[in-house]
T-cell receptor, first 111, second 116 residues
């Protein structure tokens, strides 16, 4: 599974969009990008995943660059409850499903 | 179904003692994972079950660690002769799974182990 690089921390104002970047320059053609988040003292929570196309669900949007070497998770209207560590993970669809977590980005949403 | 549950939520033990943690996955899920998380780090994969078969173990899982999933339902993780370095949050996750596909993992709240 390819390695990912994320900034260690970011701030965002409540009500504004939070844009969390992830670099995965060694991603291979059939590896997917997954995002999970972990709110303090809880287990990680799945957010979204994608291969090539941009994806949107009720929680967030995922924008993947055309060369697939980087992506951005967008929380359109961040709330205080979105304060968490966000993990970008790259993996094949056909493997065991185990997740290889990096250090993630700590997002602090401020009032 | 209320999600993945883990028991106990907290465990304090003395060095050298054995401890056992339990994970109850979401009932329809055939895949079960254990992870370990130390302070300030992301979770690290420990082991994976498909039904009752343990199909992968990390090199992090020393011979003091053993995991079981009898009958493909709940799972236990036992640590023998605990060491202070075993202090961590132990997370369990479950998911559907087939030969391929995208099945999100649902995590439990974790068991926090403190070895004194």
């Amino acid at each position: 599974d390819a390695k990912t690089t994320q900034p260690p921390s970011m701030d965002c104002a409540e009500g504004r969009a939070a844009n969390l970047p992830c670099n995965h320059s060694t991603i291979s053609g059939n590896e997917y990008v997954y995002w999970y988040r972990q709110i303090h003292s809880q287990g990680p929570q799945y957010i979204i995943h994608g291969l090539k196309n941009n994806e949107t669900n009720e929680m967030a949007s995922l924008i993947i660059t055309e060369d697939r070497k980087s992506s951005t998770l967008i929380l359109p209207h961040a709330t205080l409850r979105d304060t968490a560590v966000y993990y970008c993970i790259v993996r094949f669809s056909s493997n065991t499903g185990k997740l290889i977590f990096g250090q993630g980005t700590t997002l602090q949403v401020k009032p | 179904d209320t999600g993945v549950s883990q028991d106990p939520r907290h465990k304090i033990t003395k060095r050298g003692q054995n401890v056992t943690f339990r994970c109850d996955p979401i009932s329809e899920h055939n895949r079960l994972y254990w992870y370990r998380q130390t302070l300030g780090q992301g979770p690290e994969f420990l082991t994976y079950f498909q039904n009752e078969a343990q199909l992968e173990k990390s090199r992090l899982l020393s011979d003091r660690f053993s995991a079981e999933r009898p009958k493909g339902s709940f799972s236990t993780l036992e640590i023998q002769r605990t060491e202070q370095g075993d202090s961590a949050m132990y997370l369990c996750a479950s998911s559907y799974g087939g030969t391929s596909g995208h099945y999100e993992q649902y995590f439990g709240p974790g068991t926090r182990l403190t070895v004194t």
